[in-house]
């Protein structure tokens, strides 16, 4: 048997917790979709953490020493045989999905410091399987990862992990790590693979977090859930990044403030990658810079953060963003986050909106919370809306390949080419199509247990 220090995961994502919920409608109208529900947890520092995974898309370090607390976005997922349970972060940032093993350097020296997400024991698992030795990814920082390739019945494993957090990447296959060492050939990951096994019939899903307050969200595999957001869902493209869509980025072309367009800055054409990995928005220097003047911020470069008067959260300010024709609406409820409390117990908040010092702007959490965005990596394309905070119905309606994304309209003149100074550290100069004949495994294997998969993101590998 082979000693295991991290892994990388293909989950099925059907969990037997009470948390999770299965909409696979296949009888007569109803639609055919895949929902969970995505819990929200509270994380040290985002900011550390939003940095050391921005560092995949700019040569860049910052030292932070704040001792607060945000939220990731987790859904419950089984691995294996007999399954073990896991709770995997939902990064739209990313294309691999990886946990970490319970021997690994970092589960092992501290403490429980992989407790909240789990770890996997593969020994345990009846159906794993070896593959290969080729795992290995660098990033652009000088970090890095390697390990095995490997089969199961939902899974994949590595040797090193530096998150303690498992994740779970629904991004562009072709920005996968296993790209860079299966001839430019990606797999199918969990969206991809949901559509070809015939769960969904688009390789499309939505998200809606709700609000900060809220500790449930969801995530809805082909389809659209039309009583979670107000007005129309309008569609945007896809920016492409050395000729491939590799991506969640599209083209911001104004930030306002309070219900005015364009005040703070207009005639934009600017890359934004829609990261739910990312706690916080990482925006043009100068554009943040008017933002900080506006509110009263104070931003602290030892810390990585701008601090604010808690009162702030109180306020009916918004801040704007535009897209071309729609426009997402952020309050400032959603943007003041408590950071720690001074030495008489009083809250000590900083504003959810950091400079992006050079590198692709990232709208993060404090961004897509009050978005609901569809991603249709089918047509490259992304829907969006404004969200409907604390909804309680559901109205969820199937995308297709031949009806598209309903209820949503195309923008007309939307900005399709912007300048993106920096990719994923991922993208390479493969093939976009898919082929997965290097990684299939025995049919007999590969059951509806199966169906949703991918592999590895900090260092690990998965192949189905």
């Not at 995974?53 to 607060?68: A, Y």
């Not at 009806?403 to 976009?432: D, E, H, L, Y």
């Amino acid at each position: 048997m082979r000693t295991f220090t991290a892994l990388a995961a293909a989950a099925s994502l059907i969990s037997a917790a009470s948390a999770i919920t299965l909409l696979e409608k296949r009888h007569g109208t109803a639609p055919r979709v895949v929902q969970h529900e995505i819990q929200r947890k509270t994380v040290d520092n985002p900011i550390a953490r939003d940095r050391a995974r921005l560092r995949k898309r700019q040569s860049k370090t910052v030292q932070e020493n704040l001792d607060n607390e945000e939220t990731l976005y987790f859904m419950n997922a089984t691995v294996g045989t007999p399954a073990q349970d896991l709770r995997l972060h939902i990064d739209t940032g990313s294309s691999d999905l990886w946990v970490n093993v319970a021997n690994s350097q970092l589960c092992s020296s501290k403490g429980s410091a992989c407790g909240a997400s789990g770890t996997y024991a593969p020994n345990s698992s009846s159906t794993y399987q070896y593959i290969n030795s080729n795992f290995n990814i660098t990033y652009v920082d000088g970090s890095g990862s390697s390990g095995d390739y490997v089969s199961d019945k939902q899974i994949g494993i590595g040797y090193n992990s530096t998150s303690a957090e498992g994740i779970i990447g629904i991004g562009y296959p072709i920005n996968e790590v296993a790209t860079q060492y299966n001839g430019g050939n990606p797999y199918p990951n969990v969206p991809l693979h949901l559509m070809q096994n015939g769960d969904i019939n688009s390789n499309a899903y939505s998200l809606w977090l709700n609000d900060l307050d809220a500790s449930t969200g969801s995530i809805l595999f082909g389809g659209v859930n039309t009583d979670k957001f107000s007005g129309e869902l309008q569609t945007l493209p896809i920016i492409r990044e050395q000729g491939y869509y590799a991506e969640f980025i599209i083209a911001l072309t104004g930030v306002g403030a309070n219900g005015t367009a364009g005040s703070i800055a207009s005639n934009l054409a600017t890359p934004a990658l829609l990261d739910s990995g990312s706690s916080l928005m990482y925006l043009p220097n100068n554009i943040v810079q008017t933002i900080y003047n506006d509110v009263g911020a104070q931003y602290d470069s030892s810390q990585g953060a701008a601090f604010v008067n808690c009162n702030l959260a109180k306020s009916t300010a918004t801040l704007d963003f535009t897209f071309s024709s729609p426009t997402i609406r952020v309050a400032m409820s959603e943007l003041v986050i408590v950071a720690g409390y001074d030495s008489h117990n009083q809250p000590l908040c900083i504003i959810g909106i950091s400079p992006v010092d050079g590198g692709t702007p990232v709208l993060g959490d404090t961004f897509i919370r009050s978005a609901y965005i569809v991603y249709d990596m089918t047509n490259n394309e992304i829907s969006i809306a404004q969200t409907r905070f604390n909804s309680t119905t559901d109205n969820i309606l199937e995308i297709t390949n031949t009806t598209g994304v309903p209820s949503a309209t195309a923008v007309a003149n939307a900005v399709t080419s912007v300048a993106v100074s920096s990719g994923g550290a991922r993208i390479g100069s493969g093939p976009t199509s898919v082929t997965s004949s290097a990684w299939a495994l025995p049919t007999a294997a590969i059951g509806y247990d199966v169906a949703l998969l991918g592999a590895l993101g900090a260092g690990l590998a998965f192949a189905l």
